[in-house]
């Protein structure tokens, strides 16, 4: 899909970017390996594949070198991470958000365009907010 937005991976947070992008105009396609990780989609008008995203035949299947994003949110930081640095290496995309729970791991995305997203971080970024507010 041209100019489309992909999630690879539909558990929790991917779920909810995929429903927040779409409900905001965006063409947005959900990939996961297996089918009954799509239930998280209520609400979502987008597209769903079932397939393995670290099979490059896949990726190419989905046309993700179209896309004008990829978010990989899979529960799995070395498949993240690998397939972060395929998007960015072989396919070329511009934008690219990669979830990642160990946060010594960003230094693998170092001297690329590939924007780390870490659970952990904004957990404690939130709790500072709270915290700080009722002081």
């Keep these: 899909m041209k100019d489309s937005v992909i999630v690879i991976g539909a558990g929790k947070l991917g779920a909810k970017l995929a429903r927040l992008l779409n409900e905001n105009g965006e063409n947005v396609l959900v990939a996961d390996k297996q089918s009954d990780a799509f239930y998280k989609l209520d609400d979502f008008s987008g597209f769903t594949v079932v397939g393995d995203a670290t099979d490059l035949d896949f990726l190419k299947s989905i046309d993700i070198e179209d896309s004008k994003m990829v978010i990989i949110t899979t529960n799995d930081d070395n498949v993240n991470i690998f ?17 990642l729970s160990d946060t010594d791991k960003g230094k693998l995305l170092e001297n690329t365009s590939i924007k780390g997203i870490y659970p952990f971080n904004l957990s404690v970024d939130f709790f500072c907010q709270q915290e700080k507010e009722t002081r």
């Design 83 to 99: 397939l972060a640095e395929v998007c960015f290496y072989i396919f070329a995309i511009k934008k690219i958000y990669v979830r």
